[in-house]
């Protein structure tokens, strides 16, 4: 069956649909590897940075590999998509207002390749998706290019390949992941996915798992729930302790101490695109069944309220208070403020008016859009931020904030919600 189509890169052309947290790097990895790499997105900013061999988004060493293949020539980003040997789509998910799954840049991105398919090409979605969306893709394509013939579980020599192989890479460390995880890769038909499997042991250090597409879909949704489930559970345990007065880091690290128990970090609240967005993919296709799973999100989701709550109350014994937000990214070292409870809770503070803000976060240069029009509301520097807060709030595990001198937090009121002072 596998007749080394892609064995032989530098003949080969790759056009990557979306350059976000994962189209980005995946295109850089593939013009590392000797593709011919188009990026397409629709972001007029985001094409101008790239073909400067610049990035627009905090990854360790992705600049490194970006300006490299820009300036081998290797990557270079466009608006206008081009007839490519295989089209790879790393486009949003999000749900909508009813937490349903919203695959609509998904379906733009299919009907912008679609007139330029020719015969033999291949076509991978990496988005994560609610199951059946490949099977979907098939369909739109289909309806778009009858002269084609599409796969199917039966058919193996149509005309145009379609696989799902879903990004697994951490932000934080995804050059890393992309090389060294395994993948997990569901076609359409086995030679759709023998043909995905092809292209990605081309950077793929680590195990393809093939199987069809719809437990390919169903198999990232699961591990991105799991993960949720998990840190309900911890979030709960934190709620749980504060009524109890327990401290729940070190009841947590002793559970722990069990050789089968293996308890994650309670935090302010679940963020992200990922975790917070992807088990809602799951409870929409299932809602009477997905009970655990509707709880997790709840528990998570209600997280942040909590630590509000917690703040507003030890601000109120204070006159003016100043009160230090440290970190409004989703999670540590990075920039990403999407579904972020940091964001969500410093947000509300400022809505409610509840003090001065002085908010740190070292990964961004300004503060976004929903925070500029408080005036008590200001990005300041660590040092200073410390200085001088009544209440010192940790959102986020920034390795800044680990490093901090705890005796300059003897007189303060610290409400950690990370940990990382304990
Ligand atoms: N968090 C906790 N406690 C923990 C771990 C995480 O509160 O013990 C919080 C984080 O602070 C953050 C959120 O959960 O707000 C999610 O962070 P994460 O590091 O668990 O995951 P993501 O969203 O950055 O990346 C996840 C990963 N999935 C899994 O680990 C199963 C990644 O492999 C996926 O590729 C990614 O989602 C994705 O794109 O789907």
Redesign the pocket.
């Known amino acids: 069956m596998y007749d080394g189509y892609f064995s032989e890169p530098q003949t080969k052309r790759i056009s990557v649909f979306g350059l976000g947290y994962?189209g980005l790097p995946v295109a850089g990895v593939l013009a590392s590897r000797g593709f011919e790499v188009i990026g397409v997105d629709v972001a007029p900013h985001i094409v101008e940075t790239i073909n400067c061999g610049k990035v627009h988004i905090v990854e360790p060493d992705l600049e490194m590999v970006v300006q490299a293949a820009v300036s081998a020539g290797k990557l270079r980003a466009s608006l206008n998509p081009e007839p490519a040997d295989a089209f790879i789509i790393a486009v949003p998910t999000p749900f909508t207002e009813g937490k349903q799954p919203d695959i609509s840049y998904i379906r733009a991105a299919v009907s912008t390749i679609a007139p330029l398919l020719k015969k033999g090409n291949l076509i991978i979605l990496e988005s994560?998706s609610p199951a059946g969306t490949t099977d979907q893709i098939c369909a739109w394509i289909g309806e778009l290019r009858p002269d084609l013939t599409m796969p199917d579980v039966e058919r193996d020599d149509a005309d145009i390949h379609i696989a799902h192989c879903p990004?697994?890479?951490?932000?934080g460390s995804v050059l890393r992941?992309l090389v060294d995880n395994d993948r997990i890769i569901g076609g359409i038909s086995v030679r759709c996915a023998e043909f995905a499997a092809e292209l990605y042991r081309s950077f793929v250090r680590a195990e393809m798992h093939l199987t069809n597409a719809r437990t390919a879909e169903m198999a990232?949704l699961v591990?991105?729930s799991?993960?949720d489930v998990n840190?309900a559970f911890?979030?709960e345990l934190s709620v749980i302790c504060d009524l109890l007065d327990i401290n729940v880091w070190e009841l947590i690290s002793l559970a722990n101490k069990h050789p089968r128990v293996n308890i994650?970090?309670?935090?302010p609240?679940?963020?992200?695109?990922?975790?917070?967005v992807?088990p809602w993919f799951i409870i929409a296709a299932a809602p009477k069944v997905a009970k655990i799973i509707r709880a997790a999100r709840e528990v998570n989701d209600s997280k942040p309220d909590i630590v509000f709550a917690k703040i507003a109350a030890a601000a109120q014994r204070l006159r003016g208070p100043i009160i230090a937000c440290l970190g409004l990214s989703?999670?540590?070292d990075i920039d990403d403020l999407r579904e972020s409870?940091a964001l969500h809770i410093v947000e509300h503070l400022a809505r409610e008016k509840i003090g001065k803000l002085l908010i740190v976060e070292p990964n961004l240069k300004s503060l976004p859009d929903s925070l500029r029009d408080y005036p008590d509301a200001v990005l300041s520097d660590l040092r200073h931020a410390i200085g001088a807060a009544d209440i010192i709030v940790v959102l986020v595990d920034h390795r800044q904030f680990k490093r901090v001198d705890h005796e300059l937090l003897k007189p303060k009121i610290i409400i950690d919600t990370r940990g990382i002072w304990r």
């Open positions: 994962v994560t990004e697994r890479v951490l932000p992941e990232k591990e991105n799991y993960r840190i911890a979030n994650l970090s309670p935090g609240g679940v963020g992200g695109h990922c975790i917070a992807d989703y999670k540590n409870p």
